[in-house]
Protein backbone atom coordinates (compact mmCIF):
# COMPACT_ATOMS: atom_id res chain seq x y z
CA UNK A 1 0.00 0.00 0.00
CA UNK A 2 3.13 2.53 0.89
CA UNK A 3 4.58 2.07 -2.39
CA UNK A 4 1.00 3.19 -4.34
CA UNK A 5 0.45 5.61 -2.26
CA UNK A 6 3.80 6.96 -2.81
CA UNK A 7 3.52 6.38 -6.53
CA UNK A 8 0.04 7.73 -6.47
CA UNK A 9 1.54 11.03 -4.10
CA UNK A 10 4.72 11.79 -6.64
CA UNK A 11 2.34 11.57 -9.74
CA UNK A 12 -0.54 14.14 -8.16
CA UNK A 13 2.29 16.36 -7.54
CA UNK A 14 3.98 16.52 -10.55
CA UNK A 15 0.64 17.06 -12.59
CA UNK A 16 0.20 19.82 -9.80
CA UNK A 17 3.17 20.94 -10.52
CA UNK A 18 2.19 21.07 -14.05
CA UNK A 19 -1.01 23.14 -13.42
CA UNK A 20 0.75 25.82 -11.79
CA UNK A 21 3.00 26.29 -14.16
CA UNK A 22 0.49 26.61 -16.72
CA UNK A 23 -1.59 29.26 -13.79
CA UNK A 24 1.82 31.36 -13.77
CA UNK A 25 2.06 31.22 -17.82
CA UNK A 26 -1.93 32.28 -18.25
CA UNK A 27 -1.78 35.34 -15.74
CA UNK A 28 1.24 36.55 -17.59
CA UNK A 29 0.06 36.21 -20.99
CA UNK A 30 -2.82 38.32 -19.46
CA UNK A 31 -0.77 41.27 -17.82
CA UNK A 32 0.83 40.93 -21.59
CA UNK A 33 -2.29 41.19 -23.75
CA UNK A 34 -3.48 43.80 -21.32
CA UNK A 35 -0.45 46.34 -22.50
CA UNK A 36 -0.50 45.43 -26.12
CA UNK A 37 -1.31 47.81 -28.25
CA UNK A 38 -1.92 46.21 -31.62
CA UNK A 39 -5.25 44.10 -32.47
CA UNK A 40 -3.20 41.60 -34.37
CA UNK A 41 -1.33 40.53 -31.51
CA UNK A 42 -3.91 40.97 -28.85
CA UNK A 43 -5.68 38.51 -30.56
CA UNK A 44 -2.55 36.09 -31.15
CA UNK A 45 -2.05 36.44 -27.40
CA UNK A 46 -5.69 35.25 -26.60
CA UNK A 47 -5.66 32.68 -28.56
CA UNK A 48 -2.49 31.27 -26.97
CA UNK A 49 -4.24 31.97 -23.98
CA UNK A 50 -7.59 30.03 -24.52
CA UNK A 51 -4.47 26.77 -25.70
CA UNK A 52 -2.97 27.35 -22.24
CA UNK A 53 -6.09 27.23 -20.42
CA UNK A 54 -6.92 23.75 -22.62
CA UNK A 55 -4.24 22.24 -21.60
CA UNK A 56 -4.89 23.12 -18.05
CA UNK A 57 -8.02 21.94 -18.28
CA UNK A 58 -6.74 18.53 -19.93
CA UNK A 59 -3.72 17.85 -17.06
CA UNK A 60 -6.53 18.91 -14.30
CA UNK A 61 -8.75 15.71 -15.86
CA UNK A 62 -5.65 13.80 -15.98
CA UNK A 63 -5.14 14.62 -12.29
CA UNK A 64 -8.54 13.32 -11.34
CA UNK A 65 -8.19 10.23 -13.84
CA UNK A 66 -4.68 9.14 -12.49
CA UNK A 67 -6.60 9.69 -8.71
CA UNK A 68 -9.58 7.66 -9.55
CA UNK A 69 -6.91 4.94 -10.93
CA UNK A 70 -5.31 4.91 -8.31
CA UNK A 71 -8.31 4.64 -5.44
CA UNK A 72 -9.61 1.77 -7.83
CA UNK A 73 -6.16 -0.15 -7.42
CA UNK A 74 -6.24 0.28 -3.70
CA UNK A 75 -9.87 -1.23 -3.76
CA UNK A 76 -8.49 -4.06 -6.08
CA UNK A 77 -6.08 -4.75 -3.48
CA UNK A 78 -8.14 -4.43 -0.43
CA UNK A 79 -10.77 -6.96 -1.65
CA UNK A 80 -8.04 -9.23 -2.75
CA UNK A 81 -6.06 -8.92 0.44
CA UNK A 82 -9.58 -9.73 2.44
CA UNK A 83 -10.96 -12.66 -0.04
CA UNK A 84 -7.63 -14.75 0.86
CA UNK A 85 -8.24 -13.43 4.29
CA UNK A 86 -11.57 -15.38 4.30
CA UNK A 87 -9.89 -18.56 2.87
CA UNK A 88 -11.23 -21.47 4.77
CA UNK A 89 -9.57 -24.80 5.11
CA UNK A 90 -10.44 -27.98 5.78
CA UNK A 91 -9.43 -31.19 6.38
CA UNK A 92 -10.97 -34.32 5.52
CA UNK A 93 -9.93 -38.16 5.86
CA UNK A 94 -9.73 -39.64 2.07
CA UNK A 95 -8.88 -43.02 3.00
CA UNK A 96 -7.31 -45.24 5.79
CA UNK A 97 -4.22 -47.56 5.73
CA UNK A 98 -3.67 -49.94 7.86
CA UNK A 99 -1.18 -52.47 8.36
CA UNK A 100 -0.14 -55.17 10.32
CA UNK A 101 3.17 -56.73 11.29
CA UNK A 102 3.27 -60.40 11.02
Do not use: C, N
Request: aromatic share 4%; proline share 0%; glycine share 2%.
Amino acid sequence: MTKLDSWAADVKSALEGEIKDLDREIRELKKEAALIGDLERKIETHRKIKELEKARHEKRKSLFEAQDAVDAKKEELLSSTEARLKRHIERAEIFTIRWRLV
